[in-house]
C-alpha cells in the first residue's frame, strides 16, 4: 500500500471507529449477552454473533447516521470531536453512511435466520436505531419520544435475547426490563440537558428544550430513584441492584438547581454518568454471576 493510500485510509478508520462510540460497545452487546446466558446457559453460535452484533455494528449504525445527520448542529456543539461524539467532515458522510448499513446488514439477516420468531424485536430495534436520526422520522427531534426512543436502543438488544430464548417473562424480570427502560429514559434525558444552547440555536427540539434544564435535571433523578425502587421487588440479590441508582441519582442532584442559562454545566455530571456507568456494569455483572449460583 502506497503512503498516500495509507494516508486516506486512516482518517477513514479513525472516523468509523469514533462514530461507533468505543465506550458505548458495552451498553448494548451486554444486555444481549447476559441474558441470553442467564437464560439458556450456553455460550453458542448465536450469542455470540449477537454480541458481535450489537457490540459493533449496531452502534455504528446508530451513531455513524446520527453523526452524519447531525452535522449542523453538531458544529455549534463544544463537546463534539472527541469521545462524546465525532465531528465527521461532510466529504465522509456518503461514506460512513455506507459502512454503517452494510457492516450492520449481514448480521441483521444472519441473525433473522437463525431465530426468525424473534425477528419482529430485532425489527423494532434496527428501526428505533435508524428513526432516531434519518430525515423524515427524526425522532430525536419529537420531545419525549427522543427519550423513548434511546432507551429502546439500549433495551431491545436484552428484549431480543428473551424473545430468542424463548424466555419466561415472571413479574420479577418484567420488573427488571422495567427499571432498566427507566434508566435508559432519564440518561438519555439528563445527556440532553448539556446540549440545550446548540439545540436551540440549530433550532432542534429535544425532551430538554421542551421542559427546560430544571425539569429535566429533576425527571432523570425521579425516573432513576423509580428504577431503584422496581429492582427491590426481583429475586435476591437483585434488590441490592437498586443500590446501584444511587450514583444517578446523585450526579442529578448535583445539579438540582440548574437553570437554561447555565445548562452546560451538567456536563460536569454527564462526564461521571460516564464513569459510572462502567462501575455500576461491573457490579451488576458480579450480582448476575451471583444468582445464576443462587438458582
Not at 471507529?17 to 447476559?34: D, E, G, K, Q
Not at 424473545?163 to 427499571?179: D, F, K
Not at 429492582?231 to 441508582?245: N, S
Request: aromatic share 12%; glycine share 6%; with cysteine.
Amino acid at each position: 500500500m502506497s503512503r498516500t493510500s495509507r494516508n486516506t485510509v486512516r482518517p477513514v478508520l479513525s472516523t468509523v471507529v469514533l462514530s461507533s462510540r468505543p465506550l458505548s460497545w458495552i451498553n448494548t452487546a451486554f444486555p444481549f449477552a447476559a441474558v441470553w446466558w442467564l437464560s439458556t446457559g450456553t455460550v453458542d453460535a448465536f450469542m455470540v454473533l449477537g454480541t458481535l452484533f450489537f457490540l459493533v455494528p449496531y452502534n455504528l449504525l446508530m451513531y455513524g447516521l446520527n453523526d452524519v445527520f447531525d452535522y449542523a448542529s453538531d458544529l455549534a456543539n463544544p463537546r463534539k470531536g472527541g469521545a462524546e461524539g465525532a465531528l465527521v467532515p461532510p466529504r465522509l458522510h456518503r461514506m460512513l453512511v455506507i459502512v454503517s448499513v452494510a457492516s450492520a446488514l449481514p448480521f441483521v439477516i444472519a441473525l433473522v435466520v437463525a431465530q426468525p420468531a424473534a425477528s419482529p424485536v430485532l425489527a423494532v430495534s434496527v428501526f428505533a436505531v435508524v428513526a432516531y436520526s434519518v430525515p423524515r422520522l427524526r425522532f430525536k427531534e419529537v420531545p419525549v419520544l427522543d427519550s423513548l426512543t434511546s432507551s429502546t436502543h439500549f433495551v431491545s438488544p436484552a428484549l431480543y435475547a428473551v424473545a430468542a430464548a424463548g424466555t419466561v417473562v415472571t413479574p420479577a424480570l418484567a420488573a427488571i426490563l422495567a427499571a432498566f427502560f427507566l434508566w435508559g429514559v432519564a440518561s438519555h434525558a439528563f445527556g440532553a440537558v448539556q446540549d440545550i444552547e446548540p439545540d436551540r440555536s440549530a433550532g432542534i427540539r429535544s425532551i430538554a428544550t421542551e421542559f427546560g434544564a430544571r425539569a429535566t435535571v429533576r425527571l432523570s433523578a425521579a425516573l432513576w430513584a423509580i428504577a431503584g425502587l422496581l429492582l427491590l421487588g426481583t429475586q435476591w440479590p437483585g434488590p441490592l441492584a437498586a443500590v446501584l441508582t444511587l450514583p444517578y441519582v446523585g450526579i442529578a442532584l448535583s445539579h438540582f438547581r440548574i437553570d437554561d442559562v447555565t445548562a452546560s454545566e451538567s456536563n460536569r455530571g454527564w462526564r461521571k454518568f460516564l464513569w459510572v456507568n462502567y462501575v455500576c456494569g461491573f457490579l451488576v455483572t458480579m450480582l448476575l454471576i451471583w444468582w445464576s449460583f443462587e438458582r
